[in-house]
């Protein structure tokens, strides 16, 4: 072979292995782009979660200060915890409904220590997020999701799969999660204000006293008994008459399970017939009302019988605030008059 036919092919070996070593230097290029770009993340949240919904019979609801267990039993959902008392359906609905709605948007952070930035720390860890778990009769997960902040813009929210160590930026919302009274509705308790004909009230310091309107064209409470006390303003009973028109409780257990001593009462009527009693019983510094509700009229009956259906059988914790407007000492609005 001459010189020049070697050369060529020396030559031509040259290029093709350049060419070999080029094209694997571009694969792995695109390789790693492959795995240093976010992942396909369009698409539902759990793509499942339509058909597999209705298998659900336990949902688990945990944040930084709050273990929720709710479960699905013959006549609707019930918090055990609370002694079986029942969840609201249409908070179940709601649920199920943004669930179904949650789609990714982009992936974000693989740093876990960022998590807690967005609210995406697993709380079972001591993090940040709101843990969402949920399961069928034979306890298998069919979600278990970490929910996060609402996205800056406030159009959607950070969350992530538990068993995924990267952020997510999702499009959709959820319900509030982490608070029992919502899950519960003990928010139930609403009048106006302006309905409260009267209102009787033995504190648990100072004597009983009862307050009352007239009628509806009648600003202020006048204060009926004891008759020795003197409002020290025109207006100064209107905030305890009306206190039991509003209420959303803390709390709920059976009253059965109640080990405290009674302490204190508020009683009050409507202009339409229905009359409340909250007996309030303490154990430690919380205030635990036991609710009697009773119709005095043919109009007020439904209503009655409503109400009563719900708080029978039920004690209801109040604030600290509630109970204080309920059962106000005499002292801090009326005056003796006469020994």
Known sequence: MSLSRRRLRHALFASAGAVMVLAMGATTIVMDARRASPPDVSGPVLPGWIDGASSATAIEIISADTQIRMERGDEGWVMPSRGGYAVRAERIAALDAALSMLRFERAMTRDQSKFDRVGLGDPLEGGSGTRVIILDSAGERLADLVAGNTQNDGDGLYLRPADRARAFAASGELPVLADPGVWLGLDFWAFEATAIARARVEPETGPAYFVQRAG????????????????????????????????????????????????????????????????????????????????????????????????????????????????????????????
């Open 216 to 339: 509806l064209s009648q600003r202020n409470y006048e204060l009926l008994e004891p008759s020795r006390y003197r409002l020290i303003t025109g207006g100064a009973a209107n905030g305890v008459a009306t206190a039991g028109a509003r209420l959303r409780f803390r709390d709920v257990r059976p009253v059965e399970s109640l080990e405290g001593s009674f302490v204190a009462r508020h009683a009050g009527s409507t202009f339409s017939g229905l009359a409340y009693r909250f007996d309030f019983i303490a154990e430690g510094e919380a205030r635990w009302a036991v609710i009697t509700v009773e119709a005095l009229s043919d109009d007020a009956r439904p209503r009655a019988d409503r109400l009563s259906a719900i708080v029978d059988g039920w004690a209801y914790q109040v604030s600290d605030d509630a109970y204080e407007r309920l059962t106000r000492p005499l002292d801090q609005m009326a005056e003796l008059t006469a020994p």
